[in-house]
């Protein structure tokens, strides 16, 4: 076992991804059920996401699903990847997770991320406009407050004097946010290795210690599919690359199709162009060869932890993945060496 993948933590981001022939609440029950199932194969989190009005998507309620998580779990860390907070009013947000700490203490993430609704539509919808995305450092800095209790007049119930540790997701100025802030930083994807390098040194070099941490903490966020062969796991990824190709050619996120009906879709040469350009780049391939790809990651960005984002129609094939994976990472010699 490589030393530098076994001083890693590894995590999963499920995004409630909807498949052809199941609808949304089954989504949202499959994140539930893979909860369960990554929780027993040693992984360290599972987080879940907020987007709206997407149509492949079910999970528009992060914290609601949260809870639903940590209530099916006892030992996995529980959180979301992330709340848009841009979205909310910070109030709103830290009485959420203050209610989420309280029930389930010690085991809540508070993942942060910068975006607005992805159209006009969905902005209008809730309230927002594409600047709003502008005062996140201003509205994580309120939000943080509020677990402090340094916000004047108004205290936050029950969340104030609780300690849920916060994540900023790295989209634009993320990472600077994150370094200003003191906090860990999430930031993805792995196939933009000299990009993301970049912006990984930014927020180590800018880096003030807080409250919330002593030193920097780096979370590398992207697609592992791993299987017997290197071909089986190229086909896990066909599904995801398909919706972002028919997304950008046709204007709808559909959900997720199976790889061989996708591979005997005629295509138009930008469709193909398109799909073969999602399925680059990720890590992917056996047990070995996913192992020596990690190393080579992990070595690459100093990451302290992997955060596993990978989508799939085929259930099984994906927990087979996660399972190979936690073979790979050695997650259950490295769970026992913790709690020794």
Do not use: C
């Amino acid at each position: 076992m490589s030393s530098v993948i076994a001083s890693t933590r590894f995590s999963v981001l499920d995004r409630s991804r909807t498949r052809e022939g199941r609808d949304a609440p089954q989504a949202l029950r499959d994140t539930v059920r893979l909860a369960r199932e990554v929780e027993e194969l040693g992984f360290h989190r599972f987080w879940v996401s907020e987007h709206h009005g997407v149509p492949g998507i079910a999970g528009s309620a992060p914290t609601v699903l949260a809870a639903a998580v940590a209530a099916a779990t006892s030992t996995i860390r529980v959180g979301t990847g992330g709340v848009m907070l841009p979205n909310h009013q910070p109030l709103v947000v830290a009485e959420q997770f203050g209610v989420l700490e309280s029930l389930f203490p010690g085991r809540v993430d508070m993942g942060l991320g910068r975006s607005v609704g992805f159209t006009d539509a969905v902005r209008r919808a809730l309230g927002r406009e594409k600047q709003d995305a502008e005062d996140f450092g201003e509205q994580l800095a309120e939000l943080l407050g509020w677990f402090e209790g340094t916000r004047p007049h108004v205290h936050a119930r029950p969340s104030e004097g609780l300690r849920v540790p916060p994540f900023v997701l790295a989209t634009g100025e993320g990472a600077a946010v994150a370094a200003a802030a003191g906090t860990p930083l999430v930031i993805g994807d792995l196939r933009s290795r000299e990009r993301l390098r970049a912006a990984v040194d930014r927020y180590r070099a800018g880096f003030r210690p807080s409250p919330w941490a002593a030193e920097p903490y780096v979370v590398v966020a992207g697609t592992v599919a791993v299987a017997e062969t290197e071909e089986a796991a190229r086909r896990l990824l066909v599904p995801e690359a398909w919706a972002m190709a028919h997304a950008r050619t046709r204007g709808t996120f559909p959900p997720l199709a199976p790889a061989e009906r996708i591979e005997a879709v005629p295509m138009t040469e930008k469709e193909r162009g398109l799909l073969e350009s999602g399925l680059r780049g990720h890590i992917h391939g056996t047990e070995d060869q996913v192992r020596e790809a990690l190393e080579e990651a992990i070595k690459d960005t100093g990451a302290d932890e992997v955060l596993v984002t990978t989508s799939t129609y085929d259930r099984a094939a994906l927990l087979d993945s996660f399972r190979r994976l936690a073979r790979t990472a050695d997650l259950t010699s490295k769970n026992a060496r913790a709690a020794a």
